[in-house]
Structures are given as structure tokens and as C-alpha cells.
């Protein structure tokens, strides 16, 4: 299936990497950018020229449109574009859309077109900047997976904290938090739907020879990824809500645990070496970590609630555990915004704003309270064990589109020119 045909970086790429990429709130680990490909050399003697051109009109709009929007994620920049009428995230969003049915009739049917074509694009994972591959079922795979980093960088706008017109701190509003999470649900559901129904259309050997960001362990980190930016959001709105019991709050905290641990799984053994990609990964083991110390903390509420000697010596552990990763997830997050490209941490908001204020308060209360009550060997050493929940938040179900119709015109051509030399 295909060849590849890979350029390293040290050969003298055409494209800039940025150096800083401003504010994050969710970090977008590089833009898959297409190259311009010539489909009326490939497909002229194929196809009809009506279909060729609308191809190629479709692909061209999105390389025009994505190398406006690949220099850099920073939100001044795409505030600046939307200004002055140039392309947004929705606006190529769109565009991929549009491009995907079309696309798709490239390898309908198992059709022998599918291979004509040599794609080309960069992307900013993989120690090979571009790779050229003759199979449209990779153009599908890279499609989708730019479609999932487009959506992921709209959610990072809708939670950069604005500082409001009267002056009060930074805040995101709860219309911008329920839509970023139904932003990560649709961006799961392209990963999600690039795992289970485009990866199984390539031979083993070509998985194997696939750019690093888009390897099956990157692809499902990168679902899992936002599943637990969505969870992290659900417990911010948890803990602005009076109705919002400890244990829901609890169940949230440990469910977002176990996505970023499998993020973390799943990243393990990949080569991300370069900067791009080890900060992808700084990222996950930083958002792992403070999701154990939300969790510990709810875990250590509730215990505390319980009236044993015993409860109340494991409601101290957890709640130490909890102010311990939340001093570890401190030296995490600058680690992550120290390696390049460097950013920077918007306005604490939300969940960990919550969790800096509240953790070593309560941790520093409940340690003296426990430990007038009861003799120090009491207190345990260890953090007893999160409970264990089944993950609720699922991604979108997506599903590939229906072929566009022009196809169908197509093949009724060229059944009745076979039809014709037949008789």
C-alpha cells in the first residue's frame, strides 16, 4: 500500500517551528500541514475533469487555509486573523468537511485510484518533517487527525481566561466550559473513529512506517487526552454547583485519573523525542498528575466523613498525598512550559484554582485536628488506594461520510463507456 518518502528536519525544511506558542490551556501537540499535490497528473486519464478540478479546488483551499493557521496557536494571533477577515479554526474546520466526501471516493469500493496520488504533509512530531505517501486512506488518516488538533485549538481559545469589563479576575464563563467540552467530545470521536476504522485499512508493515503522530499509541492518547481535559472541566462545574455532592466531585477527580494514566500508557514506548513531542508528553504527566491530587483530596474529604479512628488516619494520608502531587504537579507544569516550544500558563481558574487554595488549607487542618485526636503511629504512611470507577465520559460517535454523489455520476459514466465498447 504506498511508499513513503521521508524528509528529515536537518535537510533544510521549508517551514518555521515556533519557539513560543503563547498561553495554554490545552496544549495542541502540532498541526498536520498537507503540500500541494498535482491530482489532474494522477487521476486525468481516470477520472472526468469536472472531478479532478473540484479535487483539486477542495485540497487547495485547505493547504492555502491551514498555512495561515500553522505559525503559530497563540490566541493574539487568531484574534488577529479573525479581524482582518483571514481564515479561522472554523473556517478550515469547514473546509476539511467539505474536502473529507470527496476524498473518500479515492478508496471506495477498495478502488485501485486509492494509490495513484502521492500526499504530502508536514507535521511537527516526527524527527521526518514531510512524508509523502502514494494511499489516500493516509490523506484520510491525516485529515482527521488535523480535524481533532483544529478542534482542540478552539478549545484552548474558549478557555483562555478574559479578565472581565469590571476588572475582576480572569474568568471563563459556563456557556465557554460546556461548549469546550462538547469541543473534546467531537475531538475524541475523529481520534476515536482514526483508530478503529482507518488504521485497520493499512497492511501491519505500513503501520509501522506511520510518522510518529500518528501512531495508534499517539492517536488514542490524544483521545484520551481530551476525554480528560472534558473530565477536568465536569469537575470545575462540579465545584461551582451546590448541588454537586463530595462523591460526584470524587468519582470526576478518579475518572480523570484513569484517562490520563492510559494518555500516559499509551505514550510510553513512542519515540517523541523531538521538541513537539516531548512536550506532548510533559503535558499528559503533568495533567496526571493533578488530577491524583484532586482525587486524593476528594478521597480524603469523604473518609474523614467516616467516624472511625481508622477513616479519619486514612482521610489524613490521602489528604497528604493530595498536597504532595499538587507540589509536584507545580514542578510539572513549569517543566512543561520551560521545553520548547515554550509557553505559559493562563490565569489560574477553575478546578486547580480551587484545588491551590484549598488543599494545603484543609491538608494543614485535618493533619492537626487527627493528630490531637489520636496517637501519631495512627496516622497512616501510605495514601490508601483512589477507588476505582468506569470511565462515563465517551467520545462522539463519528462516523466517515457518506462518498459525495458526484462519485455515483462517475461510475454511471463509466459503466455506459464500457457498456458502449462492449457493443
Known sequence: MGCFVSTPKDTGGNRKRPSNIGEVSVFVPGLRIPKTVDFSQALGDHLSKSLVERLSALRTRIVVMAAQEAPTITRTRRRTATQHGGSTLGDLLQA??????????????????????????????????????????????????????????????????????????????????????????????????????????????????????????????????ALGQGVDIQLGLAIDSTKATLAVKRRLACEMVKYWQQAQDNLMNLPLANGWGEKHRLFVKWKYIEAKAAAYYYHGLILDEGNTEKSHGMAVAALQAADEYLKESKKACEAFNASVPVSRNPALWGTMKYLFEKIPKDTSSKVRINRDLYSTEKIMETAPTLPDFALALKPDDYQLPIVNASWNEETNKAQLNLEKLKG
Not at 481520534?191 to 499509541?217: I, K, M
Open 96 to 225: 476539511l468537511e467539505d474536502y473529507l466526501p470527496v476524498l473518500l471516493g479515492l478508496v471506495k469500493d477498495g478502488s485501485p485510484l486509492q494509490h495513484k496520488v502521492q500526499f504530502v504533509w508536514f507535521n511537527q512530531e516526527d524527527e521526518a518533517e514531510e512524508t509523502a505517501v502514494y494511499s489516500a486512506w493516509y490523506e484520510v488518516l491525516s485529515v482527521l487527525h488535523l480535524m481533532a488538533m483544529l478542534s482542540l485549538s478552539q478549545a484552548n481559545l474558549l478557555l483562555l481566561p478574559r479578565t472581565s469589563a469590571d476588572g475582576c479576575q480572569p474568568k471563563i464563563s459556563e456557556e465557554s466550559r460546556r461548549s469546550a467540552i462538547d469541543i473534546f467530545l467531537k475531538a475524541a470521536g475523529y481520534l476515536d473513529c482514526s483508530v478503529r476504522h482507518v488504521l485497520p485499512q493499512f497492511p501491519s508493515e505500513f503501520r509501522r512506517n506511520l510518522p510518529v503522530d500518528l501512531a495508534e499509541g499517539v492517536l488514542r492518547a490524544l483521545c484520551l487526552h
